[in-house]
């Protein structure tokens, strides 16, 4: 008899167990879910456009802390106090290859996360190169910085940003005008310019594949050649072609011809442009590694050399504002740009 009541008060026990478990999971469920909406409601959702929407919470035991709508929040704070930490009217006017861009492999990696913070800065950064506007308009997508002008072809011309319906600016000859005169001068000459290399020239002589290859090749205002020559007739060179009005430089690879202008010229053209958009006293940093950059360099208020991989300063900053790279490529221009960003008062 002892045993039947054990056993039946323990049925009891256990029933009462398990109800008070299952009340115990509805309240706690009610508690989460009440905490789940407080929280919810006090989340400052003003910052967010309408695209943006909470996390389906499936379940009140599966519930959504918003931990991302919380980071979101964070990061739009963070943009706000870069952006009002430095001057708004500051542009960043940079070589490609060698400076933005690794020469050796062409990869511009170690700086994306700066141009990140630029971006978030709503700072331009106009890329100034020897290539044509088909291969720049192409690394300005990859590197997101298409809402920026382009100066193409050593500063022979000038496109405006994917957003901006105005032609480009031709500042120099066109090209057509510099392979006539570079025709008359081979009988006197040895050299090879891209029309004289073909595809396949400019395929071994730039390590491009085909594709970029072909683009560039797509020229308006310039001709980049390799001299074949001996030393010793280069300043007669530049002096023929200076009568004819043509200027020639050393890049990083190749010799350019082009008409009288340069990286400079063009730069100070886009620097207008940009004052007439946003009055005001403008100030720029400019990035180079090589003879064409100089004239870039010389006008800049913040000038930034970068050396070749083997470590040769191939250009000249100003001592009082200038700075020189510790890295070649991309490295040493993320380097040295987010110093001069930093003593700008950039919050990077």
């Known amino acids: 008899m002892t045993r039947s009541v054990s056993k039946a008060g323990a049925l009891v026990f256990s029933s009462l167990t398990l109800r008070v478990v299952k009340v115990s999971r509805r309240l706690l469920d009610a508690m989460v879910l009440t905490q789940a909406k407080t929280l919810f409601a006090s989340i400052d959702l003003s910052g967010f456009g309408a695209s943006r929407r909470l996390p389906h919470c499936i379940s009140p035991k599966k519930i959504c802390t918003a931990p991302k709508v919380l980071t979101a929040s964070a990061t739009d704070k963070a943009k706000i106090e870069r952006t009002q930490s430095v001057n708004q009217r500051l542009a960043i006017v940079s070589d490609l290859d060698g400076c933005l861009l690794n020469k050796e492999d062409y990869s511009f990696a170690p700086a994306v996360p700066l141009l990140q913070a630029i971006r978030d800065l709503n700072l331009p950064v106009i890329l ?3 290539k044509t506007v088909s291969e720049m ?3 300005a997508e990859e590197m997101e910085l298409a809402d920026a002008p382009i100066i193409c072809e050593n500063g022979g011309a000038v496109y405006w940003s994917r957003e901006d319906s105005r032609p480009g600016q031709i500042l120099g000859a066109s ?6 005169i570079l025709q008359k001068l081979k009988g006197e000459f040895h050299f090879e310019s891209f029309e004289d290399l073909g595809l396949p020239g400019v395929i071994a002589s730039t390590d491009l594949p085909e594709d970029r290859a072909r683009l560039a090749m797509q020229r ?3 001709e980049p050649l390799l001299w074949r020559d001996s030393d010793g007739k280069l300043d007669f060179f530049a002096s023929q072609l200076a009568a004819e009005d043509l200027t020639f430089t050393r890049g990083g690879r190749f010799w350019h011809v082009a008409g009288q202008t340069s990286k400079g010229n063009a730069m ?3 620097m207008s442009y940009l004052q007439t958009k946003n009055p ?3 100030t720029s940093i400019a990035i180079g590694d090589s003879p064409i950059d100089q004239s870039m360099l010389d006008i800049a ?3 930034i050399g970068i050396p070749s991989p083997d470590g040769v300063v ?3 900053v100003k001592a009082h504002n200038g700075l020189l790279a510790d890295s070649a490529g991309a490295q040493g221009w993320a380097d040295s740009v987010t110093a001069v960003l930093q003593e700008l008062g950039a919050n990077l």
């Open 128 to 130: 100034a190169s020897s």
């Open 175 to 180: 090209r057509k005008q510099i392979l006539e």
């Open 268 to 270: 100070q053209y886009v």
């Open 137 to 139: 308009r192409l690394l």
């Open 220 to 222: 308006a205002s310039t």
């Open 280 to 282: 005001g006293d403008w």
């Open 314 to 316: 191939h250009v000249e």
């Open 301 to 303: 208020d913040y000038p």
